[in-house]
Antibody
Framework: QVQLQESGPGLLKPSETLSLTCTVAGGSIGSFYWNWIRQPPGRELQWIGYVHSSRSPYYNPSLEGRVTMSVDRSKNQFSLKVSSVTAADTAVYLC??????????????WGQGTLVIVSS | DIQMTQSPSSLSASVGDRVTITCRASQDITDNLNWYQHKPGKAPKLLIYDASNLEAGVPSRFSGGGSGTDFTFTISSLQPEDIATYYCQQYDNLPRYTFGQGTKLEIK
């Protein structure tokens, strides 16, 4: 059973860059799409984007321009960067593995999430 | 983007009750819908995929149905360990996924 664990700073100031890592244990990072999802306080889950070890990443257009994702196969990790953060980026950030088969997709493994607060 | 409207936002029921949550899509998504369970501080868990398929290892008291724009998620006999927030999620317009607002389930 694959396990995912998010890590990174929990407190940022406005205009800084959010940087999180998701470590994948119990399985290879190759051949899957790896996603970031966030949940602002009191709001619904928001999909941020995905990264793949051999394909181009794709980001939610609402965040495009500030988001960068990458994969480090040697460490079995993938990462998220969000630049120029504001209070609106305060959220629990979760990583998830996406499994797709003939166009049918689901997030079948998740991390437990990490809270990131943006405050001056 | 496709909007997902989930109801109710919260629900209080007794152990053994049948519980139903609904999710409505803003356009036809055929059966491209999944359901997740999320307990505080824990990783979300996939329960139902493709609207009605039970994920391996998930108890059979959980079920899903519907197609097109209207979907249901049902717990046939509520157990104490089912206390959680439940979310629907569409993947019809890949790769732009959206989630419902969530239903917080509590025990009476």
């Amino acid at each position: 059973q694959v396990q995912l664990q998010e890590s990174g700073p929990g407190l940022l100031k406005p205009s800084e860059t959010l940087s999180l890592t998701c470590t994948v244990a119990g399985g290879s990072i190759g051949s899957f799409y790896w996603n970031w999802i966030r949940q602002p306080p009191g709001r619904e889950l928001q999909w941020i984007g995905y990264v793949h070890s051999s394909r181009s990443p794709y980001y939610n257009p609402s965040l495009e321009g500030r988001v960068t994702m990458s994969v480090d196969r040697s460490k079995n990790q993938f990462s998220l960067k969000v630049s120029s953060v504001t209070a609106a980026d305060t959220a629990v950030y979760l990583c998830a593995r996406e499994r797709c088969n003939t166009g049918k997709c689901r997030f079948d493994s998740w991390g437990q999430g990490t809270l990131v607060i943006v405050s001056s | 983007d496709i909007q997902m409207t989930q109801s109710p936002s919260s629900l209080s029921a007794s152990v053994g009750d049948r519980v139903t949550i609904t999710c409505r899509a803003s356009q036809d998504i055929t059966d491209n819908l999944n359901w997740y369970q999320h307990k505080p501080g824990k990783a979300p868990k996939l329960l139902i995929y493709d609207a009605s398929n039970l994920e391996a290892g998930v108890p059979s008291r959980f079920s899903g149905g519907g197609s097109g724009t209207d979907f249901t998620f049902t717990i046939s006999s509520l157990q104490p360990e089912d206390i959680a927030t439940y979310y629907c999620q569409q993947y019809d317009n890949l790769p732009r996924y959206t989630f419902g607002q969530g239903t917080k389930l509590e025990i009476k």
